[in-house]
């Protein structure tokens, strides 16, 4: 209980369930007395992503060989979730969000606009919340208009992988890409399935593109990195994509671009 805040909070978004400090308590007990009662239990917890001194976002799992008690009796199973969480001053968990497995792009765009909550007043905080709805927009449902408010006019987009897209110039010249792909194709969606680097103003991410082609019938996957940079009022001024092979050269291309704006705006 020493690790929860007086004030913490507590949202399970699957549910739509939200707890107080007690009731967060009392979820975990029984949590706990469940895992407890089970066989070969595994606990499993892959960081993610940190941003600023006081959030952080992982990956955790659970999985045992069956479990049972007075009111349940269940074979094996395994559990996966994204969490969120946000300390306090002196180090207390003050909140704590849950999101399903398959969520992780709501769970980093909740991530971004916790910090922007964060920060004081002023061009800072400003800035980290319009970086928010950009990131929420680039990673929710496949939507020009939700695309459209996210890019700056000069955006520049440049397709890194082998006999990738040609490069361009301009947010127009970028969503006429983006609605072919609606033009061609039926329920296209984009799924966000790990993060690779993450900072207030860029977003490295692993996408997969899924939907059925209108023309053949066909249920396809296209799997590829994303990187995202943010300008100062918080629209997309860059978009790269990369093959998935090529995590390297993607990782590398997010520490040179985070390198030269730490540069630009050095004293």
Request: avoid cysteine.
């Given at each position: 209980?020493t690790l929860l805040?007086?004030?913490?909070e507590?949202v399970h978004?699957?549910?739509?369930?939200?707890?107080?400090?007690?009731?967060?308590?009392?979820s975990f007990?029984?949590?706990?007395?469940a895992?407890?009662?089970?066989g070969?239990v595994?606990?499993?917890?892959e960081?993610?992503?940190?941003l600023?001194?006081?959030?952080a976002?992982?990956?955790?799992s659970?999985?045992?060989?069956?479990a049972?008690?007075?009111s349940?009796d269940?074979?094996?199973?395994?559990?996966?979730?994204?969490?969120?969480?946000?300390?306090?001053?002196?180090g207390?968990?003050?909140?704590?969000?849950?999101f399903?497995?398959d969520?992780?792009?709501?769970?980093i765009?909740?991530?971004?606009?916790?910090?922007?909550?964060?920060?004081?007043?002023?061009?800072a905080r400003?800035?980290a919340a319009?970086?928010?709805?950009?990131?929420a927009?680039?990673l929710?449902?496949?939507?020009?208009?939700r695309y459209?408010a996210?890019?700056?006019?000069?955006v520049q987009?440049i397709?890194?992988?082998p006999?990738g897209?040609?490069?361009?110039?301009?947010a127009?010249?970028?969503?006429c890409r983006?609605?072919?792909?609606?033009?061609s194709?039926?329920?296209?969606?984009?799924?966000?399935?790990d993060?690779?680097?993450?900072?207030s103003d860029?977003?490295?991410?692993?996408?997969?593109?899924l939907?059925?082609?209108?023309?053949?019938?066909g249920?396809?996957e296209?799997?590829?990195?994303?990187?995202w940079?943010f300008g100062?009022?918080g629209?997309?001024?860059?978009?790269e994509m990369f093959?998935?092979n090529?995590?390297?050269e993607?990782l590398?291309?997010?520490?040179?671009?985070?390198?030269?704006?730490a540069?630009?705006?050095?004293?």
């Open positions: 209980g805040a007086a004030d913490a507590t978004h699957p549910t739509g369930t939200t707890w107080n400090r007690q009731g967060a308590l009392v007990r029984a949590g706990l007395e895992l407890l009662a089970a070969d595994t606990l499993a917890n960081p993610l992503a940190t600023g001194d006081a959030l976002l992982s990956r955790t659970w999985s045992a060989s069956g049972s008690g007075e349940f269940v074979g094996a199973f395994e559990h996966e979730q994204i969490t969120l969480i946000e300390l306090d001053a002196r207390q968990g003050r909140r704590e969000e849950f399903a497995a969520h992780l792009g709501a769970a765009a909740r991530l971004y606009e916790l910090y922007a909550d964060l920060l004081p007043d002023g061009p400003a800035r319009a970086t928010a709805r950009s990131v927009a680039a929710g449902p496949v939507d020009l208009d459209a996210a890019y700056a006019p000069a987009f397709d890194r992988r006999l897209f040609p490069s361009t110039s301009g127009e010249a970028w969503l983006v609605a072919t792909l609606l033009e194709s039926d329920d296209a969606t984009v799924r966000t399935d993060v690779l680097g993450l900072r860029a977003l490295l991410v692993h996408l997969t593109n939907g059925t082609d209108r023309a053949s019938g249920v396809y296209r799997p590829f990195f994303m990187l940079v100062a009022d629209l997309v001024t860059r978009n093959a998935t090529r995590d390297d993607a590398a291309r997010f520490d040179e671009l985070a390198a030269g704006r540069a630009r705006i050095a004293p």
